[in-house]
């Protein structure tokens, strides 16, 4: 099993639609988790940080199930500038704290 | 507040030859990242400084890759010598706090080797 698995999509919404992606992880001592997002040729952003009671930050709401050990994001009333990749990354938990990055979601919002 | 520079921001060169990388990441931060981005991939993480120490290079390519950063502050990744599946966006990324802070990345340098 990988140590972040996503889904690769890509996912192709109409605007206004909700859409929903989720990332599994697999060390279950890990304890930060954040949601990137990357542009076409640029580099990654920072979406959000997931905390362990979900957040939520405008049409975006994360959210973080230990037991299952994944997390989720929701992107309600999609905008056509929400389209990009959307990279889970998970902390390793270990000594060094290294970052494991997913592959990354492609969203395609259309008109 | 500047952000994390990178340069260049192309590269082409011809497979063999040597090439390399400058980073300059935001100021106060002690963690460093190099990264290589293949296009369709998530970034791969190849080396992590902190201050001038390296923290893991697990997944760096030791045989033709190397890195430094000895005041600390600014790094240079080299590819020596540089093979077709080195073509890549090569991304640098700073943060305060490794592991559980924010990475801010630079823009990338984006290498092509033919």
């Known amino acids: 099993r990988k140590e972040v698995e996503q889904d690769p999509g890509p996912f192709n919404v109409p605007e206004g639609a909700t859409v929903a992606f989720n990332c599994t992880y697999s060390n279950s001592a890990s304890q930060s988790f954040f949601w990137y997002r990357q542009d076409c040729r640029k580099e990654p952003k920072l979406l959000m940080s997931v905390y362990s009671s979900g957040n939520e930050d405008g049409r975006f709401t994360a959210q973080l199930n230990r037991a299952s050990q994944y997390i989720s994001l929701l992107i309600r009333d999609s905008k056509l500038s929400d389209s990009a990749t959307y990279l889970c990354?998970?902390?390793?938990?270990?000594?060094?704290?290294?970052?494991?990055w997913g592959l990354g979601t492609s969203l395609a919002v259309n008109p | 507040e500047a952000g994390v520079a990178q340069s260049p921001r192309y590269k082409i060169i011809e497979k063999r030859q040597s090439v390399a990388f400058w980073c300059n990441p935001i100021s106060g931060h002690a963690t460093l990242y190099w990264y290589q981005q293949i296009l369709g991939q998530g970034p791969k993480l190849l080396i992590q400084?902190?201050?001038?120490?390296?923290?893991?290079d697990s997944q760096l390519p030791k045989d033709r890759f190397s890195a430094e950063r000895l005041k600390g502050v600014d790094s240079t990744l080299k590819i020596q010598p540089a093979k077709l599946e080195d073509s890549a966006v090569y991304l640098c990324?700073?943060?305060?706090?490794?592991?559980?802070?924010?990475?801010?990345f630079g823009p990338g340098t984006r290498l092509t080797v033919l």
């Open positions: 990324a700073s943060s305060l706090v490794p592991g559980t802070d924010t990475q801010y």
């Open positions: 400084f902190q201050n001038n120490g390296v923290v893991d």
């Open positions: 990354v998970v902390n390793s938990a270990g000594n060094n704290r290294k970052l494991i």
